[in-house]
């Protein structure tokens, strides 16, 4: 009698799963030149895609600002002598994204007066989503929530399009306690978004920030598993063909 573990034993492929990675860093923009557009509205970087929006122009442009520069049109996200705040006050973050609120020069790939949007209640968002289902997030937010207005901006985590968990920006202060973040002008800090606090896996981030900023160092952990296809259908197969046998026996 051929019992059940030999036909899994006749199967290898039956638990094979799709291994990728086990972090994704979403740093296309790392290694550019200051004011590099590093996204144009909307680009594929294979793993991953971003899009871009700025509602108050007629340009969507995700602009690399290097916040070791000095003398810029946009001092709060230079480092300068050290972030007034926050949880990463001494720390270097190099380069970061933008939403570009001027086209001085961009013709060219390289705008000459790298600026973050500061338009209120929206300056814009990012839209980042990735070809796998991760359940862990990290991001540096530089310069959010200015001296003008608190930040009113949000983080929302989705999969197949369906909202996972969002988080007012502001909010994160009070529920991640831990962390320690201090959001204001000229500040930096790194937002840890561990699968407990997410509540659930995530194939997309949307960053909406309202007034100046910038964002930095992004990274997703914690891959799901999907079985393939072929290996589920060759199971089933296995399960089907003992049963088949199971009752010509019996009969």
């Known amino acids: 009698m051929l019992r059940l573990p030999h036909v899994l034993a006749a199967l290898p492929l039956a638990f094979t799963v799709a291994s990728p990675s086990s972090a994704?860093?979403?740093?296309?923009?790392?290694?550019?030149?200051?004011?590099?557009?590093?996204?144009?509205?909307?680009?594929?970087?294979?793993?991953?895609?971003?899009?871009?929006?700025?509602?108050?122009?007629?340009?969507d442009l995700g602009v690399t600002f290097d916040t070791n520069q000095n003398g810029t049109t946009d001092p709060d996200i230079e480092f300068g002598d050290g972030w007034s705040g926050g949880n990463l006050a001494d720390e270097r973050i190099g380069d970061a994204l933008i939403l570009q609120e001027n086209f001085t020069g961009c013709g060219d790939g390289v705008c000459d007066d790298p600026d973050d949007e500061g338009g209120f209640p929206i300056a814009g968002s990012w839209v980042f989503t990735l070809d796998?289902?991760?359940?862990?997030?990290?991001?540096?937010?530089?310069?959010?929530g200015d001296h003008r207005t608190p930040e009113a901006g949000f983080i929302r985590f989705a999969s197949e399009g369906r909202t996972?968990?969002?988080?007012?920006?502001?909010?994160?202060?009070?529920?991640?306690?831990?962390?320690?973040?201090?959001?204001?002008?000229?500040?930096?800090?790194?937002?840890?978004?561990?699968?407990?606090?997410?509540?659930?896996?995530?194939?997309?981030?949307?960053?909406?920030?309202?007034?100046?900023?910038?964002?930095?160092?992004?990274?997703?952990?914690?891959?799901?598993?999907?079985?393939?296809?072929?290996?589920?259908?060759?199971l089933g197969f296995g399960l089907t063909a003992l049963a088949a046998r199971n009752r010509r026996r019996r009969s």
Do not use: K, W
């Open 24 to 59: 994704l860093l979403l740093d296309f923009y790392e290694g550019l030149d200051h004011g590099a557009i590093a996204v144009d509205g909307f680009e594929d970087f294979g793993a991953y895609s971003v899009d871009v929006v700025n509602p108050n122009r007629d340009f």
């Open 132 to 144: 796998d289902l991760f359940t862990t997030f990290s991001i540096d937010l530089v310069d959010l």
């Open 164 to 234: 996972v968990n969002l988080f007012v920006i502001e909010d994160l202060v009070d529920l991640l306690p831990d962390q320690e973040i201090e959001f204001g002008q000229d500040t930096a800090n790194r937002v840890v978004f561990d699968a407990e606090f997410i509540g659930g896996a995530f194939d997309s981030i949307e960053i909406l920030v309202s007034g100046s900023g910038a964002i930095a160092n992004l990274r997703a952990e914690g891959t799901v598993p999907v079985p393939e296809p072929s290996t589920a259908a060759l």
